[in-house]
Structures are given as C-alpha cells and as structure tokens.
C-alpha cells in the first residue's frame, strides 16, 4: 500500500525530470518508467536476495558515481537467464518494480556480426537455446522475432561464439 501511496504523491508533484547519465544497462523485470522508478527505488537491496537466480546486481559503473542511478538494481544475464518467476518485484517494498504497472522485458537480443550462421556456417546453438522459439537459423542467416523474444538471455548463454549481445530495450 506504502507504494500507491508514493506513486500518488509523485504525480501530484509532478514527475522529476531526466537524470544527467543514462542507465545503459537493463533494468529489472517489471521496472517502472526510469524516471519513477529513479524515485522510487530506495536502494534496499531486496530484489537482489529475492532473485533465484542472482541475475540482479547494483549499477556500479564509475559514470554512475553521484548520480540518482548509483546502486540502482540492473539485470546481468552474463552468468544465467531470467526465468521472470517475480520474485524481484514481489520483494520491492516501493512499488518501483510493479508485476501490473511494469514492462516484463527489459532487454532486446543484438546478434553480432561474428554469428556462425551468419556468416554462412551451421550452428543452431541460439535456436535450440530459445524457449520461446524467437530464433531462427536458415541458410540466409539468422533472424529474431522481437514480439515473441522475451529478453531472458538463453540464446546469450548458448552461443558459444559471444555473437549475441543483449542490450536494453528503449
């Protein structure tokens, strides 16, 4: 309830406005728009325990020094994928990570230019990794279809070749 409450009372004051550095890495799932969430966030650190996966970390790069986005939780798929189980938002004590108000994907699969299948080579490593069969391989290349990826990091972690990046979604 403690939430709602900090929601209404930011729209009644009005939103704040962008911070001076972007956060150039996802979000959690279930994140709120960046300038709330950056207001709502109170940097507890629930999130992380909650995670099963410890897929959630603080933003600790140095251009985040003194900033409002500094120990602010992002998603690290480098070492696992998101299962979007909930648990992150169901620990939020702020409202800033929200499972009605909140976008699930945060993040959007880049395909590089060293892709084996790209490059005209056999690989399905992605493909097979997919749960939600967003990847396909054929003998023009690869595509993603980005309405049915779901950012978890599967294909990432399969891909043996580091030719899938994920990147935050705008």
Known sequence: MAHI??????????????????????????????SQFLSLCSRCG?????????LLKPADRPEYDGTPISGTPVLDLACGQCSYCGSCARACPTGALDLQ???QVQTRVRIEASCQARQGFYCLL???????????????????????????????LACLHGAITLIPQP
């Open 5 to 34: 409450f900090c929601r209404w009372l930011m729209q009644a004051l009005g939103s704040p406005g962008k911070p001076a550095v972007t956060c150039h890495e996802a979000r959690p799932p279930w994140a709120i728009e960046e």
């Open 46 to 54: 629930d999130c992380f325990q909650a995670c099963p996966n410890g």
């Open 101 to 103: 108000l909140g976008r």
């Open 126 to 156: 992605c493909e097979d990794a997919c749960p939600q069969q967003a990847i396909k391989a054929s003998s023009d290349g690869i595509s993603v279809n980005m309405a049915a990826c779901d950012g978890c990091g599967a294909c990432g």
